[in-house]
């Protein structure tokens, strides 16, 4: 079992930044995937970046790639995302999710646990 509990989120302007975190509590933490989706008012969930349980492979959005960084550090069960240049169109609710995936990792029925999510508003 791992437990999900995401911070960070909060209004900002256009070209701010911000880092989200994911505390995590479980045993199994480093040996799980973990990866950020986010949703958007009337949109299904998306993708925004996963990286691998020894931290070594990370894969991201195309919108989000070269302003975007995600990171764990396995020691305090907690992964993170940070967030540059942000835009209007990043203005979702941030979502972190674990799971033991191994293929398809952009796809949000692969993961098993979820965090309750965090609001990102971007004002334009």
């Known amino acids: 079992q791992v437990q999900l509990v995401e911070s960070g989120g909060g209004l900002v302007q256009a070209g701010a930044s911000l880092r989200l975190s994911c505390a995590a509590s479980?045993?199994?933490?480093?040996?799980?995937?973990m990866a950020w989706f986010r949703q958007a008012p009337g949109q299904e969930r998306e993708f925004v970046a996963v990286i691998y349980w020894g931290g070594g492979r990370t894969y991201y959005a195309d919108s989000l790639k070269g302003r975007a960084t995600i990171a764990r550090d396995n020691a305090n069960n907690t992964v993170y995302l940070q967030m540059n240049s942000l835009k209007h169109e990043d203005t979702a609710v941030y979502y972190c999710?674990?799971?033991?995936?191994?293929?398809?990792?952009?796809?949000?029925?692969?993961?098993?646990?979820w965090g309750q999510g965090t609001q990102v508003t971007v004002s334009s």
């Open positions: 999710a674990a799971g033991r995936v191994f293929n398809d990792y952009y796809t949000a029925r692969r993961y098993d646990y």
């Open positions: 479980g045993r199994s933490f480093s040996s799980v995937t």
